[in-house]
C-alpha cells in the first residue's frame, strides 16, 4: 500500500513562512516526479510546485514564484515545500503526489498517487 503523508501545515501570519514535509512509502521513491497542489475551499484544485524524480528540474505555479521553493530527499523518501512570504490568497490544503511517467508536471489527473492533505491557514 503506498502512503504519502504531509506534515508541517498550520496557522501563519501574512508574510511568515512555513515548511511542509510529505513522507512517501514509495519502494522506487527516487524513480518518481513529486509535486504539491491545493485547494481552496469552492475552489479547484490546482498546481503549485513540482520535481523531476533527480531533482534536476523544478516547476512552479506563476503566483508561487520566488516564494515557494520544491525540494527532496531520496534518501529520506521525502519531499518538501517551503513556503515564504505567505500571503492570505496561499490559504488552502496542500496536498503531496507522486507521478511514476510523463512529462506533464501541471495536471493532478497525471498523478498516481495522493496524501491526505494538511491545511495551511494564512491570517491578514
Known amino acids: 500500500q503506498v502512503l504519502l503523508v504531509e506534515s508541517g501545515g498550520g496557522l501563519v501570519q501574512a508574510g511568515g513562512s512555513l515548511r511542509l514535509s510529505c513522507a512517501a512509502s514509495l519502494r522506487t521513491f527516487s524513480s518518481y516526479a513529486m509535486g504539491w497542489f491545493r485547494q481552496a475551499p469552492g475552489k479547484e484544485r490546482e498546481f503549485v510546485v513540482a520535481?523531476?524524480?533527480?531533482?534536476?528540474?523544478?516547476y512552479s505555479a506563476d503566483s508561487v514564484k520566488g516564494r515557494f521553493t520544491i525540494s527532496r530527499d531520496n534518501a529520506k523518501n521525502t519531499v518538501y515545500l517551503q513556503m515564504n512570504s505567505l500571503k492570505a490568497e496561499d490559504t488552502a490544503v496542500y496536498y503531496c503526489?507522486?507521478?511514476?511517467?510523463?512529462?506533464?508536471?501541471?495536471?493532478?489527473?497525471?498523478?498516481?498517487?495522493w496524501g491526505q492533505g494538511t491545511q495551511v491557514t494564512v491570517s491578514s
Open positions: 520535481i523531476s524524480w533527480n531533482a534536476g528540474s523544478t
Open positions: 503526489a507522486a507521478k511514476r511517467v510523463g512529462i506533464n508536471y501541471y495536471t493532478w489527473q497525471d498523478y498516481d498517487y
